[in-house]
């Protein structure tokens, strides 16, 4: 707070209104964009149609959930694969960080970060086209696999799960390496220099001294990457191709298939859930608490 | 105080700023792709100083749109004729047409009768034919050959052919199983167990599928580039390919072509009706209609045309239906509520199958 003298006394109520004013414009959007719609799919999801015009409170949208095996196995298969995608992310995200901040000096550190940077110019979309240009069978890399005679003839390179994992990872990675670099960044060199000079080995290095340190960042980017992943639609969509399967697919043709609005709330539910519990699990176990790992990254 | 005040000033002014906007004077369509061809709006911008406002969806968007506004946001929407009655009963988002603004004269009576048959609710039509054509076979004849849609599951064609995973091929499939689907709307238990053995046979051809195709230029890439020989698809896409490399044919398939309608509709909230009932007659005129089926390769509703057409795509049509239309296609009929969750939940099951 400003602290304008003794001339104008600022009254405590005057304080409060003014917070409550700045304060004004982000609840605002907090309440009429997030806690209103959501008000209105959970009482979406909670009732059923019985005839044209006539619904009744019910639990049906979650009974058909765990009724029909097909919808929870496309959900456990959506955390295990965003959870594996997090952990692809990280291992491909912190030698990059780690080049950018600790071996790259200046202006190569900046040159690195902005081709980091480059590939997000361009839209999820585009991007993920690109993939189906390179990896379709009549597509580059098949091409060039028959050139090399790895291949006799094109193989299909599209629709499988590691075609989804690879682009999710593309995709998510600049979120995983802007806050490792973040954290990065603030640990000193003479603390490594230390571990080394008394005899600690690299990896010893890595799990005592730099993994602690950069333990927030690598919180804040997992959820982050996680969440992006768990909610992504194109990428598994259009890679992912006939056997992609993917959750949030299942919601938009809920939506926008099949007209059953009822059915798809009750999954979107079911999905914020999911999120919910996999994050407050991943905080749990890496012994961080939400309110640091947002304020270090 | 002051900024919430000006701001609601503001505010204030920009609404009544928006409503200000001659409604008379604009036309909002959602359609399909193609289907209004910008010299087409121009003209009709010229003759009647209305502008054509376009946005391009499918069926489902289309109602879904609809639906989440109450019918509000457009002046007229082209939904397939199947997509009328059970959509109006369920959320009431369209308005009766007003038959006396109409020009029923420049409809080909047998195409507005099949229209009135099936988008008629309570005694109140709801829909008036614009475009048409059927679903079908398209077969690169120089790797194979095909007669039914049963033969995409062929051993010898797996990996190698493509269709939708939408309730059109169930459809198909029933049909090829020598059943009809249609006659079983009205029997819910019937019509389940039919639908449970079409998404088994289905599932079984999973492997057969290279990729269920989403919209019209994935499939005819894939036709194109040879990656795909054997595909479930509109008349048109096969006829544009056939022109492309004559190997590629529209084949009719022995259990018949699915005929598909898309109609004019007045959704419920629209503000311009005068203006719509003006472009409805205005397509429909002969010479704007041929020019219409022309440029989008699919059949008009206006009688009159058939000299103005194209006659390439004529006698395409002629070798495909030697028996005329009306002999070789099973229309689809009105989708009654609530069949497509229960269609739904068995595409579901076909996507997650290995």
Sequence with gaps: ?297 | MRTLIAGVLALFLVLSGCSRLDNSKRLRIITWSDYVPADVAAEFEKETGIHVELTLSNNEEMISKLHATGGAGYDLAQPSQDRITGVQREFGLYRPMDLSQVKLEQFRPEILAITRRIATLDGKLYALPYLWGSEGLVVNSKYTTVSDYGDLCRADLKGKTSMRLRRPTLMAFAFASGKDPFALYDNPKAYEALMEDVGKTLSACKSNVRFFFDNRDQLLNGMRSGEVVAAMMWDTGGWTLNRENPDIRYVVPKSGALGWLDTFALPYKGRNDAGAYRWINFTMRPDIAARITRKVGNWTAARGTEELVDQTMRAQFNASFPGGAFSGINWYPAIPAGLEAQEGRILDRVKAAN
């Design chain 1, 1 to 297: 707070m400003v602290d304008i003298g003794d001339a104008t006394p600022v009254r405590a109520w005057q304080r409060r209104l003014i917070l409550i004013l700045l304060l004004a414009p982000a609840l605002l959007w907090l309440f009429a964009l997030i806690v209103l719609p959501h008000v209105q799919l959970a009482l979406l999801s909670l009732r059923e149609r019985v005839a044209p015009h006539v619904y009744q409170p019910s639990l049906a949208q979650f009974h058909t959930f765990f009724a029909e095996p097909l919808y929870w196995q496309v959900f456990v298969r959506t955390a295990l694969l965003s959870i594996v995608a997090t952990a692809l992310t990280l291992l491909v995200a912190f030698p990059i960080a780690w080049v950018i901040t600790k071996v790259a000096r200046g202006r190569a550190s900046a040159l690195l970060f902005v081709v980091c940077l480059i590939p997000f110019w361009v839209s999820e979309t585009v991007r993920a086209l690109g993939w189906l240009i390179l990896l379709r069978e009549s597509g580059v890399l098949p091409a060039l696999l028959v050139k090399l005679g790895l291949t006799a003839v094109p193989v299909e390179l599209l629709y499988h799960d590691a075609t989804i994992l690879t682009g999710l990872v593309y995709t998510s990675l600049l979120f995983m390496v802007v806050p490792l670099v973040s954290s990065l960044e603030s640990l000193d060199n003479s603390l490594i220099e230390a571990a080394y000079d008394l005899g600690a080995s690299g990896f010893a290095t890595l799990k005592n001294i730099v993994i602690p340190h950069a333990a927030p960042g690598i919180t804040a980017g997992c959820i982050v990457v996680f969440m992006l992943t768990l909610g992504n639609y194109l990428t598994p969509n259009l890679l992912g191709g006939k056997n992609s399967q993917w959750f949030t697919e299942l919601i938009y043709t809920q939506f926008i298939v099949r007209f059953n609005w009822e059915q798809g709330a009750a999954f979107g539910f079911l999905l914020l859930g999911l999120s919910t519990a996999i994050v407050a699990v991943g905080l749990r176990l890496s012994g961080q608490r939400f309110v640091d790992v947002m304020r270090r990254s």
